[in-house]
């Protein structure tokens, strides 16, 4: 069995919901999967789990959430050659394009998607929250 570390942050409740449908999946394959403010994730933790999902919603001019997200993200990003990972958020205006630049920077740090990144505008519906539970299939498997 997996254990999938599922890090978020969210403020309206929209990038959890994403969160609490990924963990669904990891659980729906027989992985254990634990959800994980960002504020208390660190570098420490990262060999204590086989995979992650990363969620944070867009912020300012479409950026990473930058007190709490961004630099535990940023402390992360060297140490994440070679590890599956999701990335997933919300964003209440825009195209989306935070999303672009993060999954970018994650590819070009080694790591390996699972799946697409997932994102909802505002409050996920059904279809964002259908891809979240099937990406967690595959984050988990």
């Keep these: 069995m997996k254990s999938i570390a599922i890090i978020y942050y969210s403020e309206s409740g929209n990038t959890l919901a994403l969160a609490k449908a990924i963990k669904k999946g990891v659980e729906d394959v027989g992985s254990s999967a634990k959800l994980i403010t960002a504020g208390i994730f660190s570098k420490d933790m990262l060999d204590s789990y086989d995979a992650y999902a990363f969620g944070c919603p867009a912020h300012g001019s479409e950026n990473l959430e930058e007190s709490?997200?961004?630099?535990?993200?940023?402390?992360?990003?060297?140490?994440?050659?070679?590890?599956?990972?999701?990335?997933?958020?919300?964003?209440?205006?825009?195209?989306?394009?935070?999303?672009?630049?993060?999954?970018?920077?994650?590819?070009?740090?080694?790591?390996?998607?699972?799946?697409?990144?997932?994102?909802?505008?505002?409050?996920?519906?059904?279809?964002?929250?259908?891809?979240?539970?099937?990406?967690?299939?595959?984050?988990?498997?």
């Design 68 to 141: 709490t997200f961004e630099p535990m993200f940023n402390s992360l990003i060297s140490d994440l050659k070679d590890r599956k990972l999701l990335l997933f958020g919300s964003y209440g205006w825009g195209d989306g394009e935070w999303m672009l630049q993060w999954a970018k920077d994650v590819v070009q740090a080694g790591a390996i998607h699972v799946a697409t990144p997932i994102i909802a505008l505002d409050y996920p519906e059904e279809e964002q929250i259908l891809q979240a539970f099937e990406a967690g299939k595959l984050l988990g498997a």
